[in-house]
């Protein structure tokens, strides 16, 4: 009778583990929360990521790599890399465990475990160009004062916002269906 009760456990535990981590699969909320999150840190990491990367390559030919415009442009390129690796290898990770399929929750938590090292040697890169070249970004910023309007620039966040939206509804709907 007890090898009974005991399978009838383990088939209960994996039946649970397919839909979700163990550490989230008696908590829809949190595995909601970590779903939007992180779908959305992707996203908007590679968005930031893309634009830095095409702001660079568009002006190559006239921003030497020193130039503060080039290391404030690769300091943001950076953090956005970090994001969406992390981000990404962490949603492929919780989007895949509705999968059920224990090969793929097996190579996706691989790929995590090769990408999360990654992501933080783009966090560690971000960190070092930006601890290098603060004096001389803050100094080159101080010398002519440049005025900031960040209320013009608010029509700029509607995309932004969209995805996380998305990404919400998105993470809601997953768990809510399982």
Known sequence: M????????????MQTAALAPPSLADNPGLL????FVMTAAMCLGIMMAGKQARRIWAARSM?????????YRMIILLAGCAVA?????EA???????SGDAATIERVATA???????????????????????PMVEFQ????PLPVDLWSRWPQLRRPVSILIVSLLMAAAAVGLR
Request: charged share 15%; aromatic share 12%.
């Open 92 to 98: 492929v990770s919780l989007w895949s465990w509705s």
């Open 85 to 89: 690796t992390r981000g990404g290898a």
């Open 63 to 71: 921003d030497h790599p020193t130039d503060p415009v080039s290391i």
């Open 112 to 134: 995590k475990r090769w990408l999360d090292p990654i992501s933080v040697g783009f966090g560690f890169l971000w960190m070092t160009m930006h601890i290098l070249a603060e």
């Open 141 to 144: 910023l101080r010398k002519v």
């Open 32 to 35: 909601a929360w970590n779903l």
């Open 2 to 13: 007890t090898a009974t009760a005991t399978s009838n456990y383990i088939g209960e535990a």
